[in-house]
């Protein structure tokens, strides 16, 4: 598992920042081989539709993945995201526009650590698109949905997760 429970973290602050140092030395580059590796190994057809749910930094994912596979790749899910807009020319708010598969996205409005300011112009991309959502919950904070966390909030957390679940049960055809 790569993480910390809050337990460690509060006996070692210094690990927050292991964790972040974690999270940002993987790439959409990394991140994408080891989901070309996952499916591969697993040997799912290119033609089986499936859905993709990020947290944090898999946000970035999920919307990398609905880009390079936008046909078996049919749904995502973002929640509590990060990184969906930087000043690079490759930041995903650029080419936002063009997502054609149904998007979810679950943010809080005291999310400290990537707040909807940081991800307004992805949001704002998207919003005109048909199938996408975004979802704003107040008072809830990054790794809202972490039962056991002190930013875990109940309410955006079983909203975010009942939403991507009767999404993804309308656009891949099974509940889950």
């Known amino acids: 598992m ?3 429970e809050p337990d460690e973290r509060a006996a070692d602050p210094s690990l927050g920042q292991r964790m972040l140092d974690l999270i940002l ?5 990394t991140i994408q081989a080891d ?5 591969a190994a697993l040997e799912i057809p290119a033609d089986e539709p499936l859905g ?3 947290f944090y930094l898999g946000a970035r994912a999920v919307f990398r993945t609905l880009m390079r596979f936008p046909t078996q790749f049919v749904v995502g899910s973002m929640l509590h995201p990060s990184f969906l807009v930087d000043e690079t020319s490759e930041s995903p708010h650029l ?6 598969q149904p998007l979810y996205i679950g943010i809080g409005t005291a999310d400290k650590m990537q707040s909807i300011a940081m991800h307004q112009r992805f949001f704002d991309a998207v919003e005109p698109l048909p ?5 704003i919950f107040e008072g809830a904070d990054h790794g809202y ?3 056991g966390w002190s930013t875990y909030h109940q309410a955006a957390s079983d909203g975010s997760f009942a939403k991507t679940k009767a999404l993804f049960a309308q656009r891949l055809g099974a509940p889950l």
Do not use: F, N, Q, R
């Open 2 to 4: 790569i993480g910390y």
């Open 25 to 29: 030395s993987v790439g959409d580059e």
């Open 35 to 39: 989901l070309d590796a996952t499916v």
């Open 52 to 54: 993709v749910i990020g």
């Open 95 to 100: 080419t936002a526009p063009s997502l054609a």
């Open 131 to 135: 199938g996408e959502e975004v979802e």
């Open 145 to 147: 949905t972490w039962p």
